[in-house]
């Protein structure tokens, strides 16, 4: 079995600040300056975390596990520190985000370091891609990152077999997805920036036991599929960005600072969301 990992960043054990999250070198994107020896060991923490769930895939059967860094500019695990039997997939933009890598030959996909959706309480850096999203549905089912991602890996056939993050995303996650996905717990919430964590040590041998759960379990575990044709539609900010988004053809404005789209299928929808994510970062559109 082909396995892959999608490793966000904030879901980590250890790690419940912008600080620890935000790539030195993009400070003036992302308001974080002066950051550089703590992202240093966040990154070494989610490198490890991602390595314990390579190991325990291969525990579990798979015969080739590839991890796709799935945060931010999507360049922030340490190759040399990674899995040596592992692939390594890096750097953005790539066609399918947090998922390259994925096609119809793989057979579970794990979410690591996954982080609760935008505007959940007491959830560790909780948001929904970039901070300017307050809601995002699929056929009107409210989700996060953990559930679009989800789609999409339906849209080739393929489940979601574990979550590791904070406990608001596995609950969200067997809330979408049911509860045979395998939930690893590293931290509580106590806040958007605080938490009770595990170990890191705790935390890896937890994610590794889970992983190899995963892929014994994958075979029974039942994709996420979306009724067709699916309709995104999205909770933004404010009215400004709403009318960046409703540029892009087929974007409808369904409220004062809402958008809606209607993909024939997943991955058409998906390159809507991406281009919407993209347009309203520019702000200054003409």
């Known amino acids: ?106 057979g579970a996909v794990l979410f ?21 999203i307050q809601d995002v549905r699929l056929n009107g089912v409210a989700m996060g990152e953990y559930g679009i991602n989800a789609a999409v890996a339906g849209h080739f056939n393929i489940p979601v077999a574990l979550v590791s993050g904070d406990n608001t995303v596995v609950t969200q996650v067997h809330k979408l997805l049911g509860p045979d996905v395998v939930g690893v717990e590293v931290k509580r919430g106590l806040g958007t920036y605080a938490a009770v964590h595990l170990h890191p040590e705790k935390a890896r041998e937890a994610i590794r036991a889970g992983a190899a759960e995963a892929v014994r379990r994958a075979p029974r575990l039942r994709p996420y599929r979306v009724s067709l044709p699916v ?37 058409n929808m998906f390159k809507a969301w991406r281009a919407m994510l993209n347009v309203m970062m520019t702000r200054t559109a003409v």
Request: charged share 20%; aromatic share 6%.
């Open 1 to 106: 079995m082909k396995v892959l990992i999608s490793a966000d960043m904030e879901g980590t054990a250890g790690i419940v600040d912008r600080a620890h999250t935000a790539i030195p070198d993009r400070g003036p994107f992302s308001g974080i300056q002066n950051n550089a020896a703590e992202y240093d060991w966040a990154r070494r923490l989610m490198t490890e975390e991602v390595n314990a769930a390579a190991a325990g895939a291969f525990e579990g059967g798979a015969k080739d596990v590839w991890i796709t860094d799935a945060h931010g500019s999507m360049r922030n695990l340490l190759p040399l520190a990674l899995h040596r039997e592992a692939r390594y997939v890096s750097g953005s933009p790539k066609t399918l985000c947090m998922l390259e890598g994925l096609d119809e030959t793989v």
């Open 112 to 132: 690591t370091g996954y982080h609760g959706s935008a505007g959940t309480p007491a959830s560790v850096l909780a948001h929904t891609y970039i901070g300017i």
């Open 231 to 267: 309709r995104l539609e999205v909770d933004i900010v404010g009215p400004d960005l709403a009318d960046l988004a409703g540029l892009l053809p087929g974007v409808m404005r369904v409220g004062p600072r809402s958008v809606a789209y209607d993909g024939s299928d997943v991955l």
